[in-house]
């Protein structure tokens, strides 16, 4: 007897054709969705439905929002702009309610998504039906607008290159490597469509500390507590007597109420730079916090005594390295540079002291901001600016 085998999902040389594919995943998750209340008010939370709301857990927090962004960041642009007469007046008509949607579907999830897992635990055996058959038929009514006038807009419009571009940008999303040739002019392209939608947090001005020292000190506590990868790596940002801007990446040894200190050679390219225009600006970035901190001000030297107490708490091989070690300084080779160092190790032993070209810089913040990345790139941004009293006034800034 012969059977239906389940039709393949498309290719992503189809990108119009994955769009649908998902459309189609999602509808399926909707009809569980809408059918999970009136299975709690039966059974309660059984094991049927703890599966039930992991499912739709899984595929709307790990799926439903890269379609989202699919659409926002490459299929909606694109369209922008190859769109002209009446299909860019539909466009304009439908593009604005597309992107309402996303917003208000996405809050909609949040009030599911605590819900949902409390029934996935087994904590709960209670659902809120009539919410969930909002969002069913906003999500619902969505999709009907998107494949009767946005997918047809995009298959007649969208060349062969603008399709395999769509395409790609969709692999990217999802982890995908396109296959194609590894070439400078393709990875340089594909690089335009590298992009993540950030979405695990929120930050309002209500929420924040009226001290931004607090503030920082909660979120790198936060930072440490995630295990991000060196929470203490920030970018220092300086610039040279044109006026020329310089990074670089070092470690934060020391904050309080002062500011933010580091240590370094003070004859390094940084340390001159600052020496001529004191001033700095410094950035945090915790990718797996999808955080920014954004800090601006002068800089001045850190006294000798807490020099000398940070230099002598470090390994006797980095204080070696610091001796011998003229930074930013050209050499010849690696081992002219290893000699410098054992000469450093035979004059000195365990007991190097701080030479006198090496200590802390501590910025001075005139300015702090907080950055927490939001779906759709509308990130959260919050600023304190230092006044004149030294007291901080704090602001929202746009994205």
Known sequence: MPHDLPAAAPGFDQPIAVLKHCHDRIRKQLDTLQRLPAHLA???ADEQARQAA???IKYFEKAAHLHHADEEENLLPVLRLVATGEDAATLDA??????????????????????LTAVASGSADAFDGAAAQVFAQR????????????????????????????????QLRRGIT???????ASTGDAVAALRKDYGQATLDAADVAADPFVQFNAWFEQALAAQVNEPNAMSVATVDSDG???SRIVLIKQYDARGFTWYTNYASQKGRQLAANPHAALLFFWPELERQIRI??????????????YFNSRPVKSR??????????????????EAHFAQAEAQYGDAPPRPAHWGGFRLVPARIEFWQGRRSRFHDRIVYTRQADGSWVTERIQP
């Open 139 to 170: 999500y619902r009514d969505h999709m009907a607008t998107e494949e009767a006038h946005i997918a047809p807009m995009a298959k007649r419009l969208f060349n062969e290159a603008q399709m395999q571009q769509l395409g790609e940008a969709m």
């Open 54 to 56: 992991r499912a739709i």
């Open 244 to 246: 020329r801007p310089t």
């Open 42 to 44: 039966a059974h309660g």
């Open 178 to 184: 396109p296959e194609q040739p590894a070439t400078m």
């Open 296 to 309: 601006e001000g002068s800089v001045e030297r850190t006294s000798a005594e807490e020099s000398d107490t």
């Open 94 to 115: 439908l593009e604005p309610g597309i992107l309402a949607d996303h917003e208000a579907m996405h809050t909609m999830w949040q009030h599911l998504l605590e819900q």
């Open 320 to 337: 070696l390295a610091a001796i011998a070690s003229e930074q930013s300084a050209p050499i010849a080779s690696r081992a002219e540079l």
